[in-house]
């Protein structure tokens, strides 16, 4: 679309010393280098070493080999539930969550300003409240005075106070619905900003190239023009999915019945926090991380080669 | 697929009720409602209220005076004994009768003279007699107040933060009159007693008092303030006019400047208070907490009474203005009573009104009407006491009361007949079933449409609480005039009901914090009042500044350069924070000056400490599974290897170390223990048949008989509780699976462990056929007797719907404290127990031939440890010590029940100094009795596996309808491996160690 200009610095680059430059440069970088490298990149490398030792906080570390991965895959009943509910999430909660944070945006956008910063306010103030879900365990309570459960019970449609959260028939589902609710977070707000900066003349270019309705435009400028923002909004999505715990943890309890709530991230705080088993913990971040980058890259393969 | 729908369903239900919230019909009841009075027999019994005594007495006031001594009684209970020309009540209930002369008939004002008896710390409670019945419901039970003043100065921290003295009781001789404990009758209570010789007769329900006499005296005439002001100048009272004198509520920082000072109080949580937030609340300080001004919430229920002193350098007329803060009852207003010397000095003084505003005030027009508060101070000391009362609230209050508890009694009824959930389209025939009901509540929209018209002011317009009438009202006329329909109004008709009760308790609550009394020349202007925004801007930078350089999360200890260093970890609030440091000042130090300790204010774990090599040396209060889990991984100091450990154990009840034992050594003390007593509802209980050959309620003894109790009652639409709490954080896991539910509590009192070896515990005896049995018994009371298995509890059971319930001990307290109406109509008793028997299964008989009953339990609480970390374990072991001691456990305790009030009591392991605190003495023996029965269950490596376990079973036979046995089975497998994984890798720790 846009047409590559070749930047004068960079045509000019050649004929400045190298080291000369890249030392300053580095060195305004570093305040933000320093905090990424102590609480990003060493965290993530010392959680990989920590994978191949023993380590349960108090004494001395023991290289343990791939004991720990060894045990994540043969040993622990615990660890397929946790895939199977992570992927759960993230292939049903996921797309959903991405697809009703671009429709809605794009939606909304179509109206006057006013009403456009109301709604997009009103989308917008699940993921403000933050801890905003605890109404939902209030709504879903097992005493037969709970919202639902005494709605139920007066139409007459239950006869006994249904326990949402420990029945794991409705645990999950609720969750799912929860984090739905939830998930018009970030990337909503990202997609509205990224339509308003869709070229208005590439609209007019359209009608007059022939494109007859709404659909059309969408599909055939408006996520063109958008992808960058979209893949953004995907990742954020699928992070959120992907890091799905206190939700499931307060909603239906620590661990869940039956492990029917419980993700790898849930997983993870009960190995490290409860058991004290760091070494097996941050071998199933270390799991965690892994299927966080395959599936960004996917994503990033899926979204991007169209071009 | 069914499942989806089903929670779809109830979503799009939801979400009509989220757009429709305003929609009349059936709005659903929240657990969370705050629910207030009710009972099964209103208060009013046989005698009638004083209202209707004083109409039925029309008569004049006595013109003679009468003394009893209380030596004289002529009848008495062995639990009361003359003593000191006087009457000794002990803590046991009892009776006295004295004969009693009268020269006139006419009203008298009732007093009593008595004074505090040491042990025990609430209120004396009795009752009044006369001729045997009692005159008037308020004369079942009225209250004589116990005194308290303050004992010695205010305490600091290191860094000057203040905080209140110690309280202690004053044991002198007090004259109190005969008042209405609810405070509905604002006057002192007069009795008509005709001439000639009359009985009277003193019930004391188990609070010591020493009584010395009974007061009949002429009632005093009280004038209007402009009668008395009138009269004041015919004696010559002159209009004082030097300079303002200032009271400061907290008391007075220093004598020598200001002498007037606080004197005394009836309640010893009433003390000095800090506000950081205004710098008119003198003294005012941007850096450290100072005590400035004296009330709050825990000055706010009737009666409650603060005493200064004002020395006046002349006599006359003062003017008073007050620095306050009332808000707390939001667009409503806070009344207190002003006596002088002892004496309302004009009608007005009965009832001062504090209106409400969001921030400080000073104001001196308090009088109905807008009046200026005047006084008559002599020369010389004075006393003033502000005493709360209801005001003008009184009688509304009283027929609030009233109305809440038939529309309680009410409900009840009706839920007897149509339960929980009632079918809409089944006629239930309520009216015919309750035949009075239609007259009931015609009677009740009645008087609630009298009581609407007295709130609303001319223009018709009506205040919150009429509102709340109305509301009601409007209810009943819909349940009256579809009287087959009635059963569909059922949750309208108790949230407008709950939020009657919630608003009772709240106009009752009386609240007011006083910085200040200022008794100035009515002529001059007032020097002290509140501040102006310049000085609130400039104190706000101060403070903003402050911020910065203060560390409110330590406070550093007061030894010498050479003292050892100790620091100690707590995750408490600042307030108890606050509190443990001033022991520690104030105590410890004392006696151990080679010793200084540091206490910081922290959410980090141990674990994160011992991570960062950064650990305290001893931590006060950290979950049952903590020492375990610490020292198997070596973490912990061995207390058993100090020589004194054995008499420091004997401080709890036998085997309370249990969990904190691993591998021979003992790694916590103690510092919490709780455990499950049950709670019932007498006048419930009587009115379906569950008491004894006397008629008195009796509380199940056994499983089968609770029961039989559950079936009774739930075949009148209630239902009985037992204690189960759902896994939802890390740290309920980390409390011990007792303090969860009371299956451990059923195995132990069949003799069967949790475990599957007593000794040396390799897992769990989940497989074993009893533990199996047992747990199957503990589901069927779930899924065969569909007990709730979540409600709340304290709601449900001061409305009755919940009579019989399981609960923790500390749950006592909140009752008492919290649900005032329900007083006497509800006990504490032991938990079931299961019958021994011997191998054959015949039961085992006591001497007396009654069935053996083993109702023990399984405990849980909290401990204290020493970490291996620590420089200095001896001295940290001298402060455990300290700190578990019966004094400083009993000394913190009631400095916390100062600031949280009652409910908030402290459950310390310490026998000695739990029992200690003020029970009462039956409930005290039952506590006692119950506590020894409680044997806790070890912990072992990877003990919350056990919860988990016995929660994940547990909800698989619930909701999935699966066998119990199996379930025991599947999840006590997992448990085991987990357990066993444990034990195995620390095994070889062990084994390194020991080489």
């Not at chain 2, 009202?473 to 569909?488: F, R, T």
């Not at chain 2, 003894?701 to 239902?719: G, P, V």
């Amino acid at each position: 679309m846009s047409t590559k200009v070749k930047s004068p610095l960079r045509k000019s680059k050649v004929s400045f010393n190298q080291d000369a430059i890249n030392g300053p440069f580095i060195m305004l970088l570093m305040p933000f280098l320093i905090l990424f490298l102590t609480f990003t990149i060493i965290p993530i490398g010392y959680s990989v070493v920590m994978s191949f030792f023993d380590y349960d906080v108090v004494n001395t570390p023991t290289f343990s080999g791939l004991s720990n991965y060894m045990k994540m895959f043969i040993n622990d009943y615990e660890f397929p539930i946790a895939v199977g509910n992570t992927l759960k999430f993230a292939l049903v909660t996921g797309p959903i969550s991405f697809a009703l944070a671009f429709l809605l945006a794009w939606m909304i956008n179509e109206f006057g300003p006013k009403t456009r910063s109301l709604l997009s306010f009103l989308f917008y103030s699940p993921a403000l409240v933050g801890n905003g879900y605890f109404i939902w365990q209030i709504m879903f309570s097992g005493d037969s005075y709970g919202y639902v459960n005494s709605l139920l019970l007066s139409m007459g449609i239950i006869t006994d106070a249904i326990q949402w959260f420990r029945d794991p028939n409705y645990a999950f589902t609720i969750v799912m619905i929860v984090q739905l609710w939830m998930s018009m977070g970030i990337s909503f707000l990202a997609n509205i900003a990224g339509l308003n900066n869709v070229d208005e003349a590439m609209y007019e270019a359209g009608a007059i190239d022939g494109i007859r309705n709404r659909w059309a435009e969408l599909w055939y400028i408006t996520i063109p023009s958008m992808k960058s923002i979209l893949l953004f909004s995907a990742v954020m999505q699928v992070q959120a999915t992907f890091s799905i715990s206190s939700v499931a943890t307060t909603l239906t309890g620590f661990p869940s019945v039956n492990h029917s709530t419980e993700t790898i991230l849930t997983h993870i705080t009960d190995v490290g926090t409860i058991r004290f088993d760091m070494g097996y913990a941050s071998a199933l971040s270390v799991f965690l991380f892994a299927m966080m980058m395959i599936v960004r890259l996917g994503l990033g393969r899926l979204l991007i080669s169209k071009d | 697929m069914r499942r989806f729908g089903m929670v779809l369903c109830a979503l799009a239900l939801l979400c009509q009720m989220l757009v429709f919230p305003v929609a009349a019909e059936p709005v659903a009841d929240t657990a969370t409602d705050t629910v207030g009075t009710i009972a099964a027999d209103s208060a009013t019994s046989e005698s009638g209220n004083y209202e209707q005594y004083v109409q039925n007495n029309p008569g004049e006031s006595a013109s003679a005076v009468v003394e009893v001594n209380a030596a004289t009684a002529v009848q008495k209970d062995a639990t009361v004994t003359v003593k000191d020309n006087g009457l000794l009540f002990s803590n046991q209930t009892g009776k006295a009768t004295w004969n009693v002369e009268i020269p006139a008939t006419g009203w008298y004002a009732v007093a009593f003279t008595y004074s505090g008896v040491e042990g025990g710390s609430s209120d004396m409670e009795l009752g009044l007699e006369i001729d045997g019945k009692y005159p008037y419901s308020e004369a079942e039970r009225f209250v004589l107040p116990r005194i308290w003043v303050d004992d010695g100065d205010t305490r600091q921290d290191s860094n000057g933060n203040q905080f209140a003295p110690e309280q202690k009781e004053d044991y002198s001789i007090q004259k109190k009159p005969l008042r209405d404990v609810n405070g509905f009758v604002s006057d002192d209570l007069c009795v008509y007693l005709t001439a000639g010789s009359h009985t009277v007769t003193l019930n004391s329900f188990g609070e010591a008092i020493m009584l010395y006499s009974i007061h009949f005296d002429v009632p005093q005439v009280i004038l209007s303030l402009e009668d008395q002001l009138k009269k004041w100048e015919a004696e010559g009272v002159t209009y004082y006019d030097g300079d303002e004198l200032v009271v400061e509520g907290e008391g007075t920082a220093d004598p020598a400047i200001n002498p007037n000072d606080i004197v005394s109080k009836t309640d010893r949580s009433v003390i000095g208070q800090s506000d950081n937030s205004n710098p008119g609340v003198i003294p005012s300080n941007a850096y450290i907490r100072q005590l400035n001004f004296i009330g709050g919430a825990n000055w706010s229920m009737t009666d409650e009474a603060i005493t200064w002193k004002v020395v006046a350098p002349k006599a006359g007329i003062y003017k008073v203005g007050f620095h306050f803060r009332q808000n707390y009852l939001v667009n409503a207003t806070s009344y207190r009573s002003l006596k002088v010397n002892g004496v309302h000095q004009y009608k007005e003084q009965a009832a001062l009104a504090f209106y409400y505003k969001n921030n400080w005030q000073f104001n001196d027009k308090l009088l109905t009407g807008g009046e200026t508060v005047l006084v008559y101070l002599k020369e010389g000391e004075n006393t003033v006491t502000l005493t709360v009362t209801l005001g003008e609230m009184d009688a509304f209050s009283a027929k609030m009361e009233n109305i809440t508890l038939r529309l309680g009694d009410m409900y009840r009824e009706i839920i007897a007949i149509i339960g929980e959930t009632p079918d809409a389209n089944r006629r239930y025939e309520l009216f015919k079933r309750i035949p009075d009901l239609e007259e009931r509540m015609t009677q009740l929209h009645a008087e609630m449409e009298a009581m609407i018209e007295e709130r609303s002011d001319a223009k018709g317009n009506i205040d919150d609480i009429a509102a709340l009438l109305q509301k009601m009202n409007v209810v009943l006329e819909k349940m009256l005039k579809k009287q087959y329909q009635a059963q569909n109004y059922k949750s309208n008709y108790y949230d407008c009901y709950s939020s009657l009760s919630a608003q009772l308790q709240e106009m009752k609550n009386m609240a007011l914090d006083l910085d200040c009394m200022v008794f100035a020349a009515p002529e001059k202007e007032y020097v002290r009042t509140t501040s102006n925004f310049g000085k609130k801007f400039v104190f706000g930078v101060e403070r903003f500044i402050a911020s910065f350089m203060l560390d409110y999360n330590t406070a550093a200890g007061v030894g010498g350069e050479n003292a050892t260093p100790l620091t100690i970890w707590v995750n408490w609030s600042r307030d108890q924070t606050l509190v443990l440091n001033s022991l520690i000042n104030g105590h410890f130090s004392a006696e151990n000056p080679d010793v200084s300790v540091t206490v910081r204010m922290t959410n980090a774990s141990l674990l994160q400490g011992i991570m960062s090599n950064n650990a305290p040396d001893c931590s006060l209060s950290d979950s049952r599974t903590t020492p375990v889990n610490l020292a198997m991984r070596g973490a912990l100091v061995d207390l058993s290897k100090f020589e004194d450990y054995d008499e420091v154990s004997k401080w709890f009840v036998k085997g309370a170390d249990a969990p904190y034992r691993y591998n021979g050594g003992v790694y916590g003390l103690p510092s919490t223990q709780q455990f499950y007593m049950m709670f019932y509802r007498t006048d419930i209980f009587e009115q379906y048949g569950l008491v004894d050959e006397n008629g008195v309620a009796k509380p199940p003894k056994t499983w089968d008989e609770f029961i039989e109790y559950a079936s009774i009652l739930m075949l009148n639409n209630m239902e009985v509780g037992l204690p189960y709490t759902e896994l939802t954080d890390i740290g309920q896991v980390n409390g011990g699976v007792a303090s969860l539910n009371i299956f451990p509590t059923l195995l132990l009192q069949e003799g069967l462990s949790l475990y599957n070896d007593k000794d040396n515990p390799t897992g769990t005896s989940f497989a074993e056929v009893d533990t199996m049995r047992v747990f199957q018994e503990w589901t069927d009371y779930y899924t065969k007797y569909n007990l709730p298995k979540t409600y709340s509890f304290f709601n449900r059971f001061r409305i009755g719907l919940v009579p019989m319930a399981i609960q923790a001990y500390g749950q006592y307290s909140a009752l008492s404290a919290a649900a005032p109406e329900i007083k006497g109509r509800w006990e504490m008793a032991e938990i079931p127990g299961t019958p021994v028997v011997d191998e054959n299964g015949t039961p085992v008989l006591d001497a007396n031939g009654n069935q053996v009953i083993n109702n023990n339990q399984a405990g849980f609480g909290s401990a204290c440890m020493i970490l291996e970390q620590s420089e200095n374990p001896e001295a940290a072991w001298r402060l455990l010590k300290w700190w578990m001691r019966a004094d400083t456990q009993r000394r913190y305790a009631l400095d916390i029940e100062s600031i949280l009030g009652v409910a908030g009591r402290y459950s310390s392991a310490n026998v000695e100094a739990t029992t200690g605190l003020d029970w009462g003495k039956s409930a005290s023996d039952i506590l006692l009795s119950q506590w020894n029965k409680v044997e806790e269950i070890e912990e072992i490596p990877g003990g919350y596996y056990v919860s988990r376990a016995v929660d994940q079973a547990f909800w698989n036979v619930l909701t999935m309808s699966e066998n119990p046995k199996d379930m025991m089975k599947k999840w006590g497998e997992v448990a085991d491996v987990e357990i066993q994984t444990k034990i195995n890798q620390y095994k070889d720790d062990r084994k390194e160690d020991k080489e």
